[in-house]
């Protein structure tokens, strides 16, 4: 992906300052990918500690998703997190941001528990031996130690997803991104993970196709075609987006979108 | 490895990864001229014998890596058309021995030693101002990923099997060479998520980050 070659201009750095309370903003966003317009002209500003983002598959959830730590730039506009437009700090952006992937296979660079945990701990500056150590403290504090020499291939659903959870947790963002975070667990499992994200400090951005697990939430972004179709409180919008899938599902239509 | 690190303690897992990767590279390098067939099952029977040595679960990593037979019958077919099956089933051979080998290195060392294993190797890179840390990082990430290659081959060609009722052929290469670049791409999108190969630890809250840093750290590519 050469999203970041575009001859792109990196302004002076600016700084984090992780003690805003709108800690993302967004400017006239818009990103292309391979010449396709994936999100079109969006603003926004997030200062709440739960928000979820709901909308059909390719409606640019993910896009949108990415932009917030820095693993897409925006070919228009601006975003800025903690005040730093991501263009100039999107290296540093995964200390702030983490962020977990709709599929595990995806985010699991290693091969055992312990080693993904220990690699976070790499990251931000530990040692080795140092990191192996911290890591299989972290899992005990997570009552997950039984894990720690395991195979993640060897893991079942629900676990690999916790193991990418909590290899983004070590690194103690503030914020945490999370892409469909359940869509590929069972209904026990994905209650798990919900209950652990719940319990969570950290500020939520959560996509999901679940809507029961959002309507706790503070704020619901509603995504379509690349723009904020609905922007609001989960009484509002959840009930709105539900009764656009009833509609669109009584129209039968199996061509265009929805497929 | 297909997938399934081997945890444990065995001695295999006791040696240090350096050892490891230079008995792998010396008798990858004493192999790569022998023709002789029964020289080379000796060396398989050797092989094998290393696997046994670590019980069941060793034996069962033999288990994982069916996939490769087919691969290496593909190869003898090839030979055979040729009307060169005897050079064939040398290579074959080596070949058998040497995947065997290496996958026995890799299912018993902790990714992160294999890395700093291989680093010094790059460590001459300093004097030109690049880091040892990249390519370290992505041979050893070719080694972890490659038999996780040959496990999508398998399930390609089942899916394959299930919808034509034929054998694995040639026309999987297409859609094998797509999952490659595929996991390629969701590895190095892992890795800049969590920081890239670079690591977070020297870039504190308020440094300055010029455009270089951002492309290296942005284009990831395992
Ligand atoms: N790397 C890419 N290159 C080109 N188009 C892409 C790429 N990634 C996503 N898209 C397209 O962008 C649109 C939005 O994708 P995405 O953000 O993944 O949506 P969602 O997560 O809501 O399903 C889709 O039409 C998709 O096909
Ligand atoms: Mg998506």
Request: net charge positive; hydrophobic share 50%; glycine share 8%.
């Amino acid at each position: 992906m050469a999203f970041w070659a575009k001859g792109r201009s990196v302004s002076a750095a600016a700084s984090f300052d992780l003690t805003v309370k709108t800690y993302a903003v967004f400017e006239a966003v818009s990103l292309a990918l391979d010449g396709k317009t994936v999100l079109d002209g969006i603003s926004l500003a997030l200062s709440e500690r739960r928000v979820g983002i709901v909308g059909l598959n390719g409606s640019g959830k993910s896009s949108l998703a990415r932009l917030l730590n820095g693993l897409r730039l925006p070919t228009n506009g601006k975003v800025r997190l903690f005040g730093a437009d991501t263009v100039s700090v999107a290296a540093q952006l995964p200390r702030h941001v983490g962020f977990v992937f709709q599929n595990p296979d995806h985010q699991a660079i290693f091969p055992t528990v312990e080693e993904e945990i220990a690699f976070g701990l790499t990251q931000i500056g530990h040692d080795r031996t140092s990191a192996r150590a911290e890591a299989v403290g972290f899992l005990r504090r997570h009552r997950c130690e039984f894990l720690a020499d395991k195979p993640i291939a060897t893991l079942s659903e629900g676990q690999k997803q916790l193991v990418c959870i909590l290899a983004v947790l070590v690194m103690q963002p503030c914020i945490l991104v999370l892409d469909e975070p359940m869509t590929s667990l069972d209904g026990l499992a994905a209650k798990r993970i919900l209950q652990k994200l719940q319990s969570l400090d950290q500020t939520l951005i959560m996509v999901s196709h679940d809507l029961s697990a959002l309507t706790g939430f503070d704020r619901i972004l509603w995504l379509e075609d690349g723009r904020i179709r609905m922007d609001g409180v989960p009484g509002d919008v959840l009930p709105a987006y539900a009764a656009d899938l009833d509609r669109r599902a009584a129209a039968e239509v199996w061509e265009g979108d929805g497929l | 490895m297909i997938g399934r690190q081997m945890t444990g303690s065995s001695w295999l897992h006791r040696l240090p990864a350096p050892v490891k990767l230079l008995l792998l590279v010396a008798g990858g390098a004493m192999i790569f001229p022998v023709t002789d067939r029964s020289l080379l099952l000796v060396c398989l029977a050797a092989v094998l014998s290393l696997y046994a040595s670590l019980r069941v679960e060793g034996l069962r990593q033999l288990l994982y890596l069916r996939p490769l037979l087919w691969l290496l019958v593909f190869f003898l077919g090839l030979h055979g058309l040729a009307g060169t099956w005897e050079t064939g089933l040398s290579a074959v051979l080596r070949l058998l021995v040497m995947v065997l080998a290496a996958n026995l290195v890799s299912v018993t060392t902790r990714m992160d030693d294999m890395i700093n294993a291989i680093r010094p190797v790059f460590a001459p890179l300093r004097w030109i101002g690049l880091s040892p840390q990249k390519p370290a990082l992505a041979i050893s990430l070719v080694i972890r990923f490659a038999p996780v290659l040959l496990f999508v081959y398998g399930s390609l060609s089942d899916a394959y099997r299930a919808r034509t009722g034929r054998a694995t052929n040639w026309r999987l290469i297409a859609p094998l060479a797509l999952q490659a670049v595929r996991m390629s791409e969701n590895v190095a999108e892992a890795l800049s998520a969590r920081g890239g190969s670079r690591g977070l630890a020297r870039c504190g809250k308020d440094t300055p980050q010029t455009g270089r840093a951002l492309r290296l750290s942005t284009n990831e590519k395992g």
